[in-house]
């Protein structure tokens, strides 16, 4: 009788915690909000209607996969009612969210007096790479790779784009193709050189638009143009192949291919990806902050 009574009891807490802690993520509320975020250097928090379901919750079950075994990343929800006792309507009046907006994202970093917020305008703006996308755009000193990305390489990429020092990249260059030498497994290898053939691409984007900056009065070049115009020149023209380039394998991923190949060219994506989220383009970032 008494093992039954336990087994019960263990039933129901293990019921409890599927409730409360789904795929990795974490369901928080007006009470528990505090002091769980408290606990991680940095927090995604998904603000939705309660009991949400359809293509948006299961790509926000995706992105919860990735922080797994991720110790200082926490993906929770915030599931807010209507309707009832209004459950979590503070927290949302708190952070001045629209519930017509739902679902709404804020990305909270230690150390930051506000979160970064992220809602999109379609359906494909809540896909879980958009979303994961988002995370890893921002500062938050933890790594959240994509499938086909490679931590060292994808540190590489950021400092390759945010350097403005051709001789700099050039060197960014040199320490990934040695890297790209030591890499052991076919999948690996295959990921590192997509990301250093991307930096001689872009290298060589740099070198032209350098030779322009530089070329004489009367042979082409524009003498009018200050330094930070060429270099915001340079900046859009990285913008422009980065992005030419992603629409080309997107439009090669609807085509009949095998699931390796399908695969690769995902990983390919995921890595351009890791380029793009840190070029600026007439000053602005690609992903959007909205507080």
């Not at 929800?77 to 309707?83: C, L, P, T």
């Not at 945010?162 to 030498?181: F, I, N, T, V, Y």
């Not at 990285?238 to 997107?250: G, H, N």
Request: charged share 30%.
């Amino acid at each position: 009788m008494m093992n039954r009574c336990l087994l019960a009891v263990g039933v129901v807490f293990i019921s409890i915690l599927q409730l409360v802690f789904g795929k990795g993520q974490v369901s928080l509320d007006s009470h528990n909000f505090d002091k769980i975020l408290s606990k991680f250097h940095t927090t995604l928090v998904k603000f939705d209607a309660a009991f949400p379901f359809g293509p948006k919750h299961e790509a926000f079950l995706v992105v919860a996969e990735t922080s797994k075994h991720k110790p200082d990343f926490l993906v929770a929800e915030v599931g807010v009612k209507d309707y009832g006792d209004r459950d979590n309507e503070d927290l949302v009046k708190r952070f001045k969210l629209d519930s017509k907006q739902f679902p709404v994202y804020l990305l909270f970093v230690q150390g930051n007096e506000k979160p970064y917020s992220y809602h999109g305008s379609s359906d494909e703006d809540y896909s879980a790479d958009k979303i994961i996308s988002f995370v890893r755009s921002k500062d938050t000193g933890i790594w959240i790779g994509a499938p086909g990305c490679l931590q060292d390489f994808d540190r590489l990429a950021k400092q390759f784009i945010q350097s403005a020092c051709p001789h700099q990249r050039k060197g960014l260059l040199k320490s990934s193709e040695d890297l790209w030498d030591n890499v052991q497994t076919q999948s690996a290898r295959r990921s590192a050189e997509v990301y250093v053939k991307t930096m001689r691409k872009l290298l060589e984007l740099g070198g032209a638009a350098a030779r322009s900056a530089t070329m004489p009065p009367g042979h082409g070049g524009n003498e009018e143009k200050s330094t930070n115009e060429n270099v915001k020149t340079d900046s859009n023209k990285e913008s422009e192949y980065l992005s030419r380039e992603k629409s080309r394998i997107t439009g090669l991923l609807r085509e009949k291919m095998s699931d390796q190949k399908k695969e690769d060219l995902k990983a390919r994506l995921n890595i351009l990806d890791s380029f793009a989220l840190y070029v600026r383009k007439d000053g602005e970032n690609s992903v959007r902050d909205e507080l």
